[in-house]
């Protein structure tokens, strides 16, 4: 991948990097000073040319702790470069490869070297790279799987909470991810919903509720997709998940997240009898909650048109076609409950792997 040359630098940037190298320090003051500029520009970046410039201060951030012969300096620019890499758009798969590699030989120094935060946080961010490349085909799963466990022996749950939180999102999203038998498949099901769980027993409703509805969404399609002996107490369990999404997720302040999870809910309750876990016996029908359904999925599709999400509203209006033309047809259905139907599980960015 083309990293930029001095001309290619923002003029702001040159004028600080002039500044630093005209400073009367040794060597190391110099690559402190040069990753902390870089730093700054990746903390909030408004355009893809800071990362660029980013890129170009770990450089000289880099080569100054050569000279002053520090490797655990040197470590912190390489990683630093790899976590520019990571977040560089239009970068592909040759940008996180670099990341990868910059990530693979800073850990080892600072594994040694630095402080256990500074390690996990890179494992996070190698997690993170290696998750992108298994979802391009390019790296095993269970190879971010086993960054993140890396990362959550110093991001424990008393004393870094929000990283807890995120490690634990991504793991159950590696999990539904990962290919394998039917029999090892229903077990990665179960660890990607305790992982759900685990992250929810640090973020709460007051206090994070965008994270908290986005981990009930998760939560919710987890456990749908989850096969075990209980399915339908699964499905009511998922209901309830959504229900709490939906406190966040409305639909004048979160249009789109709302139209995603009422059509998860949707797809819940098109499988659930009416009833289920209340007095009314388990077989009963769902002409109820296939009616339900049926509205959540006109209102998702309204919002859907209306945010422009063309390509969802169209997938949303076929199964609404599909129930609306089941209701009228049979009236009364039977055998609600065992799995016949199945609709989309769907997600917002929110969802996939964190930062």
């Known amino acids: 991948m083309h990293q930029p040359g001095t001309e290619a630098v923002s003029s702001h940037v040159q004028a600080a990097i002039a500044e630093v190298a005209s400073m009367d320090v040794d060597p190391l003051r110099k690559a402190e000073a040069f990753v902390d500029l870089a730093i700054d520009l990746q903390k909030q970046p408004r355009h893809p040319q800071e990362l660029f410039d980013a890129l170009h201060l770990y450089g000289l951030a880099e080569t100054a702790s050569l000279e002053a012969g520090d490797a655990l300096a040197r470590a912190r620019a390489v990683a630093g470069k790899g976590s520019a890499l990571r977040r560089m758009p239009g970068g592909g798969v040759e940008a996180l490869d670099q990341a990868q590699d910059a990530f693979a030989e800073a850990l080892p120094v600072l594994r040694e070297h630095g402080a256990a935060e500074e390690a996990a946080e890179v494992e996070m961010s190698l997690g993170l790279v290696l998750h992108a490349l298994a979802n391009a085909g390019r790296a095993p799963i269970n190879r971010a799987v086993q960054?993140?466990?890396?990362?959550?022996?110093?991001?424990?749950?008393?004393?870094?909470?929000?990283?807890?939180?995120?490690?634990?999102?991504?793991?159950?999203?590696?999990?539904?991810?990962?290919?394998?038998?039917?029999?090892?498949?229903?077990?990665?099901?179960?660890?990607?919903?305790?992982?759900?769980?685990?992250?929810?027993?640090?973020?709460?409703?007051?206090?994070?509720?965008?994270?908290?509805?986005?981990?009930?969404?998760?939560?919710?399609?987890?456990?749908?997709?989850?096969?075990?002996?209980?399915?339908?107490?699964?499905?009511?369990?998922?209901?309830?998940?959504?229900?709490?999404?939906?406190?966040?997720?409305?639909?004048?302040?979160?249009?789109?997240?709302?139209?995603?999870?009422?059509?998860?809910?949707?797809?819940?309750?098109?499988?659930?009898?009416?009833?289920?876990?209340?007095?009314?016996?388990?077989?009963?029908?769902?002409?109820?909650?296939?009616?339900?359904?049926?509205?959540?999925?006109?209102?998702?599709?309204?919002?859907?048109?209306?945010?422009?999400?063309?390509?969802?509203?169209?997938?949303?209006?076929?199964?609404?076609?599909?129930?609306?033309?089941?209701?009228?047809?049979?009236?009364?259905?039977?055998?609600?409950?065992?799995?016949?139907?199945?609709?989309?599980?769907?997600?917002?960015?929110?969802?996939?792997?964190?930062?």
Not at 190 to 203: D, G, H, I, N, Y
């Open 147 to 355: 960054a993140y466990h890396r990362a959550l022996r110093t991001f424990t749950q008393d004393a870094y909470p929000r990283e807890f939180a995120i490690l634990h999102n991504n793991l159950a999203t590696a999990y539904l991810g990962m290919r394998m038998d039917p029999e090892k498949g229903a077990m990665r099901e179960a660890m990607a919903v305790q992982s759900f769980r685990e992250a929810l027993r640090v973020v709460s409703l007051e206090e994070d509720p965008v994270e908290y509805a986005m981990l009930q969404n998760n939560l919710g399609n987890a456990l749908q997709a989850m096969r075990s002996s209980h399915p339908l107490e699964n499905l009511a369990r998922a209901v309830e998940a959504y229900d709490e999404a939906l406190k966040v997720r409305t639909a004048h302040d979160m249009p789109v997240e709302h139209a995603n999870t009422l059509v998860n809910r949707a797809n819940a309750l098109m499988n659930l009898p009416d009833g289920y876990a209340t007095e009314t016996p388990k077989d009963a029908l769902n002409v109820e909650n296939l009616s339900e359904a049926c509205d959540h999925l006109r209102k998702a599709r309204t919002l859907f048109h209306a945010g422009g999400y063309a390509d969802r509203a169209h997938m949303v209006a076929q199964l609404l076609g599909e129930l609306e033309r089941e209701l009228l047809q049979v009236g009364a259905l039977e055998g609600a409950g065992e799995g016949g139907r199945e609709g989309p599980h769907l997600d917002d960015v929110a969802a996939e792997a964190e930062e």
